[in-house]
């Protein structure tokens, strides 16, 4: 079966930048996307198509592509921004839906 | 507002059957296929089916592969998933969520399922 992977945990200090890698073998060919879910709610999109920001997302969350390797990178970091987030790839040829095993970020 | 609301979450026990179902609001329903994600306590996210927007093409993760079935109701802007032979692995926070582009852009609030004796 097709794995992302991602790293358990990321500390930032606050107005830090927080970067989260997120690796496959496929990533290179198909689109990925980013949620942040808070403890005790839904997720939420906050990057899709590698690179693409929803409206209603802060402009300080960002994500770039290189290789098999997406990553999520949020700039000025908050401490509204601790949050567990989560990696998504979509290939249209398989229908294929895979999230990575998330990424607790915590802000010191 | 662009909404999705599960219910149908209750403490079942294993090998016993439960349907869930969602319901869409603030979007032409029929337009869209549909996904069911599902999250163990404490544990990551996990896909779980999609159904095409016409009910036709459904699609299931190797571990609901035959337990589980999707169907939607257009005219009710509902899509139920039925969930057979339930196993305490089951146990989850199911959601719905609906594709933009490759992505989950709306989530609903999640139904709790616990399989437990």
């Known amino acids: 079966s097709y794995e992302l992977t991602q790293p358990p945990s990321v500390s930032v200090s606050p107005g830090q930048t927080a970067s989260i890698t997120c690796s496959g073998d496929?990533?290179?060919?198909?689109?990925a996307s980013w949620y942040q879910q808070r403890p005790g709610q839904s997720p939420v999109l906050v990057i899709y198509q590698d690179v693409v920001r929803p409206s209603g997302i802060p402009e300080r969350f960002s994500g770039s592509t290189s290789g098999n390797t997406v990553t999520l990178t949020i700039s000025g970091t908050q401490p509204v921004d601790e949050a567990d987030y989560y990696c998504q790839a979509w290939d249209s040829g398989t229908a294929l839906y895979v999230f990575g095993p998330g990424t607790k970020v915590t802000v010191l | 507002q662009v909404q999705l609301v599960e219910s149908g979450g209750a403490v079942v026990q294993p090998g016993r059957s439960l349907k869930i179902s969602c319901v869409a609001s603030g979007f032409t329903f029929s337009n869209y296929g549909m996904h069911w994600v599902r999250q163990a306590p404490g544990k990551g996210l996990e896909w779980v089916a999609f159904i095409s927007y016409d009910g036709i093409n459904k699609y299931y993760a190797d571990s609901v592969k035959g337990r589980f079935t999707l169907s939607r109701d257009n005219s009710k802007n509902t899509m139920y998933l039925q969930m057979n032979s339930l196993r305490p692995d089951d146990t989850a926070v199911f959601y719905c969520a609906k594709p933009e582009i490759g992505a989950f852009d709306i989530w609903g609030q999640g139904t709790k399922v616990t399989v437990s004796s």
């Open positions: 496929k990533l290179g060919d198909i689109y």
